[in-house]
């Protein structure tokens, strides 16, 4: 019973296509977030939403779109997409408290061609 | 702006002795500091939690001490097995929610 899904695990498309990486969490948290693990494996945050309201938006070019259609789903649309997005990209949540854990899921590993 | 580093990158050990793992970050106003384990190809699995009210947690052969003053974190694993061998991360929450990371120490441990 997973506790963060996400949806493909893995994508392949060319430059230039849109697509979008869907995420849901069954553990009752408040808070989602999606994460971007470059080539060097570095995680960065992109977006963050609590109860469905944007909180964190880092610098992120505007092709890519979170929605959140409720406080379970947190899915992510890439317009246009480009070489340099090509990464592995990570949904999480937690509960917007100072101390809970935040829980990951397995990633979607994009690679655009 | 946090900036959380990880020191070693690697490390490489044969089985049985003990692994110390190093976090520093540069801001303190932190909420809490997880450290996490990564295997090739998959998520993240959180290995413990330590509160910024907290100097230490424990879980098994795990052991993170946190010194919020200065800044840093060590993980420590006690009697290293081959399955230890992962990418271990850490992360800080601050006051916006977000976890800032660092890259993370690949370890190796030796049969």
């Known amino acids: 019973d997973t506790a963060v899904s996400q949806t493909p695990k893995y994508l392949v498309t060319q430059m230039g296509n849109d697509k979008s990486i869907k995420c849901e969490q069954n553990l009752g948290h408040d808070t989602m977030y999606w994460y971007k693990q470059d080539s060097k494996k570095f995680l960065k945050i992109m977006f963050s939403?609590?109860?469905?309201?944007?909180?964190i938006n880092e610098t992120v070019p505007n092709r890519f779109s979170p929605k959140s259609p409720d406080k379970a789903h947190l899915n992510l649309h890439i317009n246009s997409l480009e070489l340099g997005d090509s990464a592995v990209y990570f949904c999480a949540s937690s509960q917007r408290t100072a101390n809970t854990e935040a829980f990951f899921g397995q990633g979607t590993r994009l690679t655009v061609v | 702006k946090q900036e959380v580093t990880q020191i070693p990158a690697a490390l490489s050990v044969p089985e049985g002795e003990n692994l110390v793992l190093n976090c520093s970050f540069t801001?303190?106003?932190?909420?809490?500091l997880q450290w996490f384990r990564q295997d090739p190809g998959k998520g993240l699995t959180s290995l413990l939690l330590?509160?910024?009210?907290?100097r230490e947690q424990t879980s098994g052969r795990l052991n993170a001490s946190l010194d919020k003053s200065s800044g840093r974190s060590t993980l420590y694993i006690a009697a290293s097995q081959p399955g230890d061998s992962a990418t271990y991360l850490c992360a800080v929450q601050q006051q916006n929610y977000k976890l800032s990371f660092g890259a993370g120490t690949t370890v190796t441990v030796r049969a």
């Open positions: 330590i509160q910024s009210s907290q």
């Open positions: 801001d303190s106003a932190i909420y809490n």
């Open positions: 939403y609590n109860n469905k309201e944007l909180i």
